[in-house]
């Protein structure tokens, strides 16, 4: 664990020496499809970052090695370095949308931010943008927004559970009322995404949300700690990212507020986020929508075929494999290979555009048998995408942290989607009106599908 904690401490400080914007990219061959990926390996996030598209990369060069590829077409990639920040993520956009022989296949943000700045650009272009566990929430309507999906569970969905998570841990939903919970928020696009779905929750269940912001990146929160052990909440949701999650651990011990009351998002659940902080983590609470650990076929399969004999793949400290970042980028991988193979069953086994591939996505059905198919049974939850449901209804788990290793402790919560979609749909209504956009007719859409196909 020391070692593994040093390697962490490594990726999150490391250079980017590769992927960078304007470095000379590779040449691509005719018959492969190609996957942008716009990393950042520099600054306070870069753990993330790391994590999660080396999990993604080193799938695809899996599928490779294993598979030959998708149906025979080989995946190729390209990095380019982001930073976590919105214009470098645009910029690495428009570098990366014409490349290969039929352009990006899907576009991985990895930052609500960026995703926010791509949205009109990628509709425009045709190119997919898959926002996985975060991102613009309304999104989740596809008759306003056909080239988003933020699948899996987005923020309003999971801001749900967790608050029906604090109502079992408070002994039932009813007392809920008269509790204090506080909003420790990053200041990011990201951190105020559930600013609005909490105010509705703390209105039908009778507690007290006070939101509170913490100036990016997060290493300095002793005004905001010293404002909540005024407060007294009863719980502390952490909505961090990167060097927010220690330090806010780290300073609510100095304070003395318990651990075991401090409930994080999926972004604030990770080994990077608790290892730093030492023993403040011991206790800690985070939303999941998937574990840690390699007992899983698809990750031995990595092991064996990415880095086994002394081969590199695409983590600078192998340790990580397995990892919570890691193993979310694998299903970043998994959700890429599986949308551009249902594609395949319509448009052919070749090279796809990201037209093509966005209708792989919104008629993904990762099912139990698919699962198990591909190794990641138990890994991730199902998902079934629609015209009109570009989040595909996953739910959530609770994991904490013991102090050597996240351990779940919840069976999946799911969402409330009588909060959730009249918020959705009512947002994207406001978004199309303002954008004057004319709403798809998914039955219609529907009903042509089926001409087609008889």
């Known amino acids: 664990m020391r070692k593994l904690t040093v390697g962490l401490k490594r990726a999150a400080l490391c250079v980017a020496v590769g992927g960078m914007i304007g470095a000379a990219g590779p040449a691509f061959a005719a018959g492969e499809q190609f996957v942008p990926v716009p990393i950042y390996r520099v600054g306070p996030y870069a753990a993330g970052g790391t994590g999660i598209f080396g999990g993604m990369m080193d799938y695809m060069q899996m599928i490779n090695a294993r598979d030959g590829g998708v149906n025979g077409v080989k995946l190729t990639w390209e990095e380019c370095e982001t930073e976590y920040k919105n214009d470098r993520g645009v910029e690495c956009y428009e570098r990366l949308k014409k490349k290969g022989p039929t352009g990006a296949t899907v576009f991985h943000p990895l930052s609500t931010g960026i995703t926010y700045s791509v949205i009109e ?8 943008v898959i926002s996985m566990g ?8 596809g008759r306003i927004f056909p080239y988003i999906f933020p699948l899996i569970t987005n923020y309003w969905s999971q801001s749900t559970a967790k608050i029906k998570f604090i109502g079992q841990r408070e002994g039932g939903m009813d007392k809920l009322k008269g509790k204090k919970l506080v909003n420790l928020y990053h200041g990011s696009a990201y951190g105020k995404e559930t600013i609005p779905v909490l105010d509705i929750q703390a209105k039908k269940y009778g507690f007290e949300v006070t939101h509170i912001e913490v100036a990016h990146p997060g290493n300095e929160q002793q005004s ?32 003395g507020f318990p651990a075991d009351k401090i409930l994080g998002v999926w972004w604030s659940g990770a ?5 730093p902080a030492g023993d403040a983590a011991k ?9 840690s650990g390699t007992d899983f076929p698809v990750i031995q399969d990595i092991q064996k075929l990415v880095y086994g004999g002394g081969k590199k793949g695409n983590m600078d400290d192998p340790r990580r494999v397995g990892t919570i970042y890691y193993n979310r980028g694998v299903i970043h991988g998994i959700i890429t290979v599986e949308a551009i193979r249902t594609a395949q069953e319509k448009y ?5 555009t990201g037209e093509q591939v966005r209708w792989g996505i919104e008629n993904l059905n990762i099912d139990d048998k698919v699962l198990k198919r591909i190794g990641a049974y138990g890994l991730m939850p199902t998902l079934k995408v629609s015209c009109l449901d ?9 994991q904490q942290w013991d102090g050597t290793k996240w351990v779940v402790i919840s069976d999946w919560f799911q969402t409330d989607q009588s909060i959730v979609r009249p918020m959705i749909e009512d947002s994207a209504a406001k978004y199309a009106k303002e954008k004057n956009l004319a ?15 008889s």
């Open 224 to 255: 905001q700690w010293l404002q909540i052990r005024q407060i007294k909440p009863d719980w502390v949701i952490l909505r961090g990212w990167g060097v927010m999650n220690p330090t806010a651990l780290k300073t609510a011990q100095k304070v």
């Open 348 to 352: 052919g086994k070749k090279p796809l």
């Open 439 to 453: 709403p798809r007719d998914c039955a219609k859409e529907a009903a042509a599908e089926g001409k087609k196909k």
């Open 390 to 398: 570009h989040e595909g209804g996953g739910g959530v788990k609770f």
């Open 134 to 141: 975060y991102g613009r929430t309304d999104a989740s309507d």
């Open 283 to 291: 206790g800690y609470i985070a939303s999941g929508f998937h574990p």
């Open 121 to 128: 650009r990628a509709t425009a272009d045709k190119i997919p």
């Open 271 to 275: 080994e990077e986020d608790v290892l």
